[in-house]
Nanobody, 126 residues
Framework: QVQLVESGGGLVQAGGSLRLSCAAS????????MAWFRQAPGKEREFVAA????????YYSDSVKGRFTISRDNGKNTVYLQMNSLKPEDTAIYYC???????????????????WGQGTQVTVSS
């Protein structure tokens, strides 16, 4: 069982930055793939970024590529999402997700992830 707790959301002006954190419980964090998804009001939950369990591969949606960076610190059982050049359309609840190593791993599919955090609100004003 893995518990995920997100933090770091808030209100920021367009062009600003935020760093989200997701702290995971458990002793096998390094064997989990981690991802961030987001859901805006009235929209479906969408993939944002993912980090393979080995940490050597990262994946991004086209809408955030070049602006967001996912990283992990296995010593702290934490995954981060650094968000730069934020836009009003980035406004959403951001969720952290985790899955044990699996093959195949369809990193952008929410159903691949067994564990989810409660979400943290990110609001970008224009």
């Amino acid at each position: 069982q893995v518990q995920l707790v997100e933090s770091g959301g808030g209100l920021v002006q367009a062009g600003g930055s935020l760093r989200l954190s997701c702290a995971a419980s458990g002793r096998t964090f390094s064997s989990y793939a981690m991802a961030w998804f987001r859901q805006a009001p009235g929209k479906e939950r969408e993939f944002v970024a993912a980090n393979r369990w080995s940490g050597d591969s990262t994946y991004y949606s086209d809408s955030v590529k070049g602006r967001f960076t996912i990283s992990r610190d296995n010593g702290k059982n934490t995954v981060y999402l650094q968000m730069n050049s934020l836009k009003p359309e980035d406004t959403a609840i951001y969720y952290c997700a985790a899955t044990p190593a699996r093959s195949p791993w369809l990193f952008s599919v929410s159903g691949q992830y067994a564990y989810w955090g409660q979400g943290t609100q990110v609001t970008v004003s224009s």
